[in-house]
């Protein structure tokens, strides 16, 4: 059977509750003040924990930074190099084509450029003060520099032994055959070989690791050295030039030759190293020619 239409009563409320209101638990004012200064005290000491418990989080950050820095002065130093390029080869067809009213204004503007740029000025100050021996100013233009432009601290020559075989080596620009407009620029070197040892040696093969501006590295691997795999005898030489292009205005290049003793059959082979050198257009302080 099922109700339906009715209700049943309200129970009255006892003597005890009649008439009145129910109260809620509160806390002292005091005591609450107090909890809440303690969650608050608590909530800070957690956020310094944090804040020291994550060291990493400033080191990453800081790295960031440096390497932000490090972008943008590479960008500006690759427009600065580009104007360079440009004016120097615009002064060489100036001169070519006997347009000397041209070629001198090309020759102030590059006079000034040179006289302006902070990569030529530090390196200008830091020989200066090698050569007045104030030297805690020249460690402060190097650092400079590791800073502005860290590959210009690399000469444009270079020069290392190995078992007696001496690899010298020098770069140079060639604006005659770069188009700056098109980023490209084109280097050449020259290398000298002599074996100092007493043991006749033959060259053959090359290996070459070419590093332009952007970080970009490539290897290049060879048989012998402009078409020849020259045997080189104690206490003589061997010469010869080759070239490089690059899509940025400055790089650097390092690498090795096999060679191998010719006085003994069966000689294993050995690598002889080609020290790290630079190649730029805005050259280094360095006159000495091969």
């Given at each position: 059977?099922?109700?339906?239409?009715l209700?049943?009563?309200?129970?009255?409320?006892?003597?005890?509750w009649?008439?009145?209101?129910?109260?809620?638990?509160?806390?002292?004012?005091?005591?609450?003040?107090?909890?809440?200064?303690?969650?608050v005290?608590s909530?800070?000491?957690?956020?310094?924990?944090?804040?020291?418990?994550?060291?990493g989080?400033?080191?990453?950050?800081?790295?960031?930074?440096?390497k932000?820095k490090?972008?943008?002065?590479?960008?500006?130093?690759?427009m600065?190099?580009?104007?360079?390029?440009?004016?120097?080869?615009?002064?060489?067809?100036?001169?070519?084509?006997?347009?000397?009213?041209?070629?001198?204004r090309l020759?102030?503007?590059?006079?000034?450029?040179?006289?302006?740029?902070?990569?030529?000025?530090?390196?200008r100050?830091?020989?200066?003060?090698i050569?007045?021996?104030?030297?805690?100013?020249?460690?402060?233009?190097r650092?400079?520099?590791?800073?502005?432009?860290?590959?210009?601290?690399l000469?444009?020559?270079?020069?290392?032994?190995?078992?007696?075989i001496r690899?010298?080596v020098?770069?140079?620009?060639i604006?005659?055959?770069?188009?700056?407009?098109?980023?490209?620029?084109?280097?050449?070197y020259?290398i000298?070989?002599?074996?100092?040892?007493?043991?006749?040696?033959?060259l053959?093969r090359?290996?070459?690791?070419?590093?332009?501006g952007n970080?970009?590295?490539e290897?290049?691997w060879?048989?012998?050295?402009?078409?020849?795999?020259?045997?080189i005898?104690?206490?003589?030489?061997?010469?010869?030039?080759?070239?490089?292009?690059?899509?940025?205005?400055?790089?650097r290049?390092?690498?090795?030759?096999?060679?191998k003793?010719?006085?003994?059959?069966?000689?294993?082979?050995?690598n002889?190293?080609?020290?790290p050198f630079?190649?730029?257009?805005?050259?280094?302080?360095?006159?000495?020619?091969?």
């Amino acid at each position: 059977m099922q109700w339906t239409g009715l209700k049943s009563p309200a129970p009255a409320p006892t003597a005890a509750w009649a008439g009145r209101r129910p109260r809620t638990a509160r806390w002292p004012r005091g005591r609450l003040a107090a909890a809440r200064r303690a969650v608050v005290a608590s909530a800070a000491a957690s956020d310094a924990n944090s804040s020291s418990n994550t060291p990493g989080r400033d080191e990453e950050r800081d790295e960031a930074a440096r390497k932000e820095k490090e972008e943008k002065a590479a960008a500006s130093l690759l427009m600065r190099s580009q104007k360079y390029a440009m004016l120097k080869q615009q002064l060489a067809v100036a001169a070519q084509f006997e347009d000397y009213k041209e070629a001198a204004r090309l020759r102030d503007s590059l006079r000034s450029f040179e006289e302006e740029e902070p990569v030529l000025r530090l390196r200008r100050s830091m020989k200066k003060a090698i050569e007045e021996e104030r030297f805690e100013d020249a460690a402060k233009y190097r650092d400079e520099l590791k800073i502005l432009a860290p590959h210009c601290l690399l000469k444009c020559s270079s020069d290392a032994t190995t078992l007696g075989i001496r690899v010298q080596v020098r770069s140079v620009y060639i604006e005659s055959r770069s188009q700056p407009l098109k980023g490209q620029f084109f280097f050449a070197y020259r290398i000298r070989i002599t074996n100092n040892s007493q043991r006749p040696v033959q060259l053959l093969r090359r290996h070459w690791i070419v590093t332009d501006g952007n970080g970009r590295t490539e290897n290049i691997w060879g048989v012998g050295v402009v078409g020849e795999q020259p045997v080189i005898f104690p206490k003589t030489g061997f010469e010869y030039s080759s070239a490089c292009p690059l899509n940025t205005p400055n790089g650097r290049m390092e690498g090795d030759f096999e060679m191998k003793h010719i006085d003994k059959a069966g000689s294993s082979t050995f690598n002889v190293a080609i020290a790290p050198f630079s190649l730029s257009i805005l050259g280094d302080d360095n006159d000495v020619l091969l």
